[in-house]
């Protein structure tokens, strides 16, 4: 362990009572904002809260078109995950795999017309849920802190070495 996860005498550095009570806080509200995001959007579009945002990020890509392993990366998921969920994706029409022109080894994953009006009639209920689940709940300055600490949370997790072991690079 190195002094993050040990004090000055070498014992684990726990959690104060206030620190446990705002890392369960957290667990629990990522927990039920995940699943409420999911609900809504298998009862309104058939598909899980990842399918869309992989067919979001298609959508805003270069004529509808990404990198297979780009789009791992961006979604922070395994790229055999990606590959089972563009597989769903393409049996419902919504995606088509292509080979990469640049890189006989490489695909990229393309977006298609249905695809791409599902997400646009699917957009109005998400935005909606996310708006009622989160930013109808907090007041302008909170969503500001929010999004403050979110950044530093995720600027101190994101490895700045490109050669990290992280399970969307394998």
Not at 134 to 145: A, N, Y
Request: glycine content about 8%; proline content about 5%; hydrophobic content about 35%.
């Amino acid at each position: 362990m190195d002094t993050a996860t040990k004090g000055g005498d070498g014992q684990p550095r726990w959690l104060s009572d206030d620190e446990q009570r705002v890392w369960r806080a957290y667990l629990h509200a990522t927990t039920l904002l995940e699943d409420h995001l999911d609900r809504q959007l298998q009862r309104d579009a058939g598909m899980p809260h990842v399918y869309y945002g992989l067919l979001v990020q298609l959508s805003q890509a270069p004529r509808r078109r990404m990198r297979m392993t780009e789009l791992a990366r961006n979604a922070k998921i395994t790229r055999s995950r990606l590959s089972h969920a563009v597989a769903r994706l393409e049996r419902s029409g919504w995606v088509r795999r292509e080979d990469c022109p640049s890189d006989k080894r490489g695909q990229n994953a393309h977006l298609t017309d249905e695809g791409y009006e599902v997400l646009r009639r699917s957009a109005p209920g998400h935005v909606a849920a996310v708006r009622q689940a989160m930013f109808d709940r907090l007041s302008p300055e909170q969503v500001g802190q929010l999004g403050e600490i979110m950044r530093v949370m995720a600027e101190g997790l994101q490895p700045s070495d490109r050669d990290a072991d992280l399970p969307w690079l394998r």
